[in-house]
């Protein structure tokens, strides 16, 4: 499945003050009608659980299925009945997140997108676009047969 989203960023930041922009380049398409701007839930590992983006998910109507970080939770604690409620997400689902990371390695595969040779981020793009497309079609011509 090729990438649902894809922003390309000036160098080796942090990743969750993407989590948003590359959420609103999400388009996601059933099976008739136009893709929707609104997935049904966003799966992360523990580095995109800031307050910030779950409140996002939250005013979007979306499922967070991020874990909360042991500090955060420590921190909500320590401030008692004032600290909120206890995050939730939902483990069979939170499983599913390692299609995120098969389909970054199946990226990486190609050694352009893995040593980003590219000198500009728009070419660098392309080739994301590229390599992702190349993935697409082997898995269209897969599940055709």
């Known amino acids: 499945m090729p990438p649902a ?10 990743e969750s003050p993407q989590f948003i922009p590359v ?8 099976p008739v009608g136009r ?7 966003v799966a ?3 580095a ?8 996002h998910l939250r005013r979007r109507g979306i499922k967070a299925v991020i874990p909360e970080k042991k500090d955060q939770a420590a921190n909500r604690r320590k401030k008692g009945s004032g ?4 995050v939730s997400h939902d483990t069979g689902l939170y499983k599913e997140r390692n ?14 997108v893995a040593t980003r040779y590219d000198k500009t981020p728009d070419s660098y793009l392309a080739g994301l676009h590229l390599r992702a497309s190349m993935i697409w079609i082997k898995d269209l011509t897969r599940t055709a047969h």
Request: hydrophobic letters at 30%.
């Open 48 to 55: 995109y659980s800031s307050r910030s983006n779950r409140a």
């Open 5 to 14: 989203g894809v922003r390309v960023d000036r160098g080796p930041a942090a």
């Open 83 to 86: 600290g909120g409620r206890p």
């Open 99 to 112: 299609t995120v990371e098969r389909l970054i390695n199946k990226l990486k595969a190609w050694r352009g």
């Open 35 to 41: 893709a929707r701007t609104r997935p049904d839930a």
């Open 23 to 30: 959420l609103g380049k999400i388009r996601v398409r059933g």
């Open 44 to 46: 992360g590992d523990k």
